[in-house]
């Protein structure tokens, strides 16, 4: 039936969205400018985009595998010059319609499309990554408006996006937001409406072909099914077995349509094809310790040292080869994902309480995202004001409190994953929602009771019932309850398998080092140490890039402390070297002596990962502390365990933590 007033409103709501749309945009596009002026240059793996290259052209997806490229087109895609022409694009000698970048599709089809419009430019990305942007700044106006009024809404809107403008020379960082956030929306939109059977299956099957384009720009997108599923099935308002028919439609709709949407991504995994992504090396690297932002207490070990494709390539390769016999895993191929899952589930089995720590710490910091550098600070505050505000809809409704508790906790936790800014700032809306919702039905409650004198009580009681604020109470402190149970019991698991580990680290044999006589820079004395001769290179395929064609990996003791160390020592590094001076890592900076201990006795076990090209292994402390290294050793491979950490053990490890605490 025809509705003026109701066409009204959603033509004052498009025209809002219109305008927080160009507002953002232009801002953008004003961004990008100054960042060129001053010599910025984006950064999204543009040598990959040969295949929206010639898609711009005309040309069928891929890339030429025996044709040499133009000068042009091969200065371009390093970015050296700015444009070109398709005169400079010759058709393909040997066309690969599934290169590894094929996972890319539809992100490299919709450039080739701007292209085939505009002309092949980096330029003109800039307005990609702008109209990016906008979008996402559309998407969360519409999930302010499920719940506040339009002038709260928007510009809350585009102070939740503004983290955004520092990832518009990120490309890759920045596309999933559009996507993530629209189904935020849909999942937030189910939670507090009920749609008619056919509005929910469209609205779904929208979502499923808009979260299969987004897959193939970035998988990332994969994360937010889970939580979409189970709001589908568990926090619709409707009866659970009732709609148990529509949930299950509604969900096969979902993946269906996303299959549709993701299947010309989807076709790189295929068994013609040998590349499977590099979903696992994604989740490695984000558990070494320099990309790791969260606000976590250092423990006795680590994981993975550095944040670098190279070292974490050669962690998976080694674990490979000594665990599965899988000498040739390549890189990003099926082999390699498979061997970083089983290299990523040892890890996560063993320091189970470490990765509850680390997801508890990033929704910490996502949920105050939004106050920029004051967030570390009040984050704490912020904690207990989202407690406060799960409890008031508990106390409301038990299946909205039940929503808003596992959507928090879900959205905010999953960044842990690799936590760093660009992978969540478009969640920096997460900071001002609860404080708006309140907000705004505070604010109607005070104007609505304005004229009483009501006391504290009484406020309360217009809220809820003392007997609705119970409940909800016991069920917010059961909820806690039980997940600080699972933490404390995953940390008493993980100190059982620590102990384990560390103990079977501590009785290998090993065969003494040989060390060069000491040289000295500086204040620091460098031990140089010979690797064994009878160590054996196996060749690898599918490598990174030339300087890594083999894997050899091997872990050194080195025991310190003693009678002799009176200075006490806090630091060891460790660096290796050989005949390419480009490999040389200087940045194997190991701090694992947590205080000056004197005579008191400790071993480092430290894993490392080389190729045939490092010649010399060497250890760098400060010269007063070269009596505080008693011995090095390289321990026999067949005692060890098949996971290896860089850990310092104490003679009283027993009686220390051997978990990672919250800052």
């Known amino acids: 039936m025809y509705s003026p007033i109701l066409n009204r409103k959603i033509g004052s709501e498009i025209?809002?969205?219109?305008?927080?749309?160009?507002?953002?945009?232009?801002?953008?596009?004003?961004?990008?400018?100054?960042?060129?002026?001053?010599?910025?240059?984006?950064?999204?793996?543009?040598?990959?985009?040969?295949?929206a290259i010639r898609m711009a052209c005309g040309q069928p997806f891929g890339v030429d595998t025996q044709g040499p490229i133009s000068d042009d087109m091969r200065l371009f895609l390093k970015t050296?010059?700015?444009?070109?022409?398709?005169?400079?694009?010759?058709?393909?000698?040997?066309?690969n319609s599934k290169p590894?970048?094929?996972?890319?599709?539809?992100?490299?089809?919709?450039?080739?499309?701007?292209?085939?419009?505009?002309?092949?430019?980096?330029?003109?990305?800039?307005?990609?990554?702008?109209?990016?942007?906008?979008?996402?700044?559309?998407?969360?106006?519409?999930?302010?408006?499920?719940?506040?009024?339009?002038?709260?809404?928007a510009p809350l809107s585009i102070l939740s996006i503004a983290?955004?403008?520092?990832?518009?020379?990120?490309?890759?960082?920045?596309?999933?937001?559009?996507?993530?956030?629209?189904?935020?929306?849909?999942?937030?939109?189910?939670?507090?409406?009920?749609?008619?059977q056919l509005r929910l299956y469209f609205a779904i099957f929208i979502t499923g072909l808009w979260l299969g384009v987004g897959y193939g720009f970035r998988p990332d997108v994969l994360i937010i099914l889970p939580p979409l599923i189970a709001t589908?099935?568990?926090?619709?308002?409707?009866p659970l077995v009732n709609g148990l028919m529509d949930s299950s439609i509604a969900t096969l709709i979902l993946l269906v349509s996303f299959y549709i949407a993701a299947s010309p991504a989807l076709s790189a995994y295929g068994a013609d094809t040998n590349a499977a992504g590099c979903t696992w090396h994604f989740g490695l690297l984000g558990i070494s310790e320099p990309v790791s932002k969260l606000l976590v207490m250092p423990a006795h070990y680590s994981w993975l040292t550095h944040f670098d494709d190279g070292q974490a390539w050669r962690m998976v390769t080694s674990y490979a080869q000594r665990t599965m016999d899988m000498p040739n895993v390549g890189y990003c191929t099926p082999l390699y994902d498979q061997a970083g899952r089983a290299l990523y589930f040892d890890i996560l089995m063993t320091f189970p309480g470490d990765f509850i720590t680390?997801?508890?710490?990033?929704?910490?910091?996502?949920?105050?995202?939004?106050?920029?550098?004051?967030?570390?600070?009040?984050?704490?505050?912020?904690?207990?004001?989202?407690?406060?505000?799960i409890i008031i809809l508990l106390s409301r409704s038990i299946r909205l409190g039940l929503f808003a508790l596992f959507a928090l906790a879900y959205i905010g936790s999953y960044p842990a994953i690799q936590f760093n800014l660009r992978h969540y700032f478009h969640l920096a809306f997460l900071t001002w929602l609860p404080v708006s919702i309140l907000g705004w039905k505070l604010a109607g409650l005070v104007m609505t009771e304005r004229k009483k004198n009501l006391s504290l009580r009484d406020w309360f009681v217009k809220v809820s019932s003392m007997t609705e604020w119970v409940r909800a109470s016991l069920i917010f402190l059961g909820i806690c309850g039980f997940l600080y149970f699972i933490l404390a019991y995953a940390r008493y698991e993980q100190e059982k398998n620590v102990q384990r580990l560390f103990e079977i680290y501590s009785q290998a044999s090993g065969e003494e080092a040989?060390?060069?006589?000491?040289?000295?820079?500086?204040?620091?004395?460098?031990?140089?140490?010979?690797?064994?001769?009878?160590?054996?290179?196996?060749?690898?395929?599918?490598?990174?890039?030339?300087?890594?064609?083999?894997?050899?990996?091997?872990?050194l003791r080195i025991d310190v402390g003693g009678a002799n160390c009176s200075?006490?020592?806090?630091?060891?590094?460790?660096?290796?070297?050989?005949?390419?001076?480009?490999?040389?890592?200087?940045?194997?900076?190991?701090?694992?002596?947590?205080?000056?201990?004197?005579?008191?006795?400790?071993?480092?076990?430290?894993?490392?990962?080389?190729?045939?090209?490092?010649?010399?292994v060497s250890l760098i402390s400060p010269k007063k502390n070269k009596e505080c290294i008693r011995r090095v050793s390289w321990l026999n491979l067949n005692e060890l365990p098949s996971l290896w950490v860089l850990a310092t053990i104490y003679p009283d490890r027993k009686s220390r933590v051997l978990y990672k605490k919250l800052k």
């Open 514 to 555: 040989v060390l060069a006589p000491e040289e000295f820079l500086e204040d620091s004395v460098i031990l140089k140490i010979r690797i064994p001769k009878n160590i054996k290179y196996k060749e690898m395929l599918g490598r990174p890039d030339s300087n890594h064609s083999a894997v050899n990996g091997q872990v």
């Open 567 to 616: 200075s006490g020592i806090e630091s060891i590094a460790i660096s290796l070297s050989g005949e390419n001076r480009s490999y040389v890592f200087p940045g194997y900076i190991y701090k694992p002596l947590e205080k000056k201990f004197n005579q008191e006795k400790a071993i480092v076990f430290a894993p490392l990962y080389m190729d045939e090209n490092v010649t010399t």
């Open 80 to 95: 050296e010059i700015q444009s070109i022409t398709c005169e400079s694009v010759s058709p393909a000698v040997s066309l």
């Open 358 to 389: 680390r997801s508890l710490s990033a929704a910490k910091q996502v949920f105050v995202a939004g106050l920029g550098s004051r967030g570390s600070a009040l984050s704490g505050v912020w904690v207990l004001f989202f407690g406060l505000f």
């Open 163 to 196: 983290p955004g403008f520092d990832f518009l020379f990120w490309f890759r960082d920045l596309s999933k937001a559009p996507f993530i956030l629209a189904a935020i929306f849909v999942a937030m939109w189910l939670a507090v409406r009920a749609p008619s």
């Open 100 to 153: 590894n970048t094929r996972g890319w599709y539809h992100v490299l089809a919709a450039t080739g499309l701007i292209w085939k419009v505009t002309g092949i430019s980096w330029q003109v990305l800039d307005g990609f990554s702008a109209a990016v942007l906008a979008i996402s700044a559309v998407i969360i106006f519409a999930i302010f408006r499920l719940f506040v009024p339009t002038f709260i809404a």
């Open 15 to 51: 025209l809002i969205s219109g305008l927080i749309a160009l507002l953002v945009f232009s801002i953008a596009l004003i961004w990008c400018s100054e960042k060129r002026e001053k010599g910025a240059v984006p950064n999204f793996y543009q040598a990959y985009y040969e295949p």
């Open 232 to 238: 589908i099935y568990f926090f619709r308002p409707v």
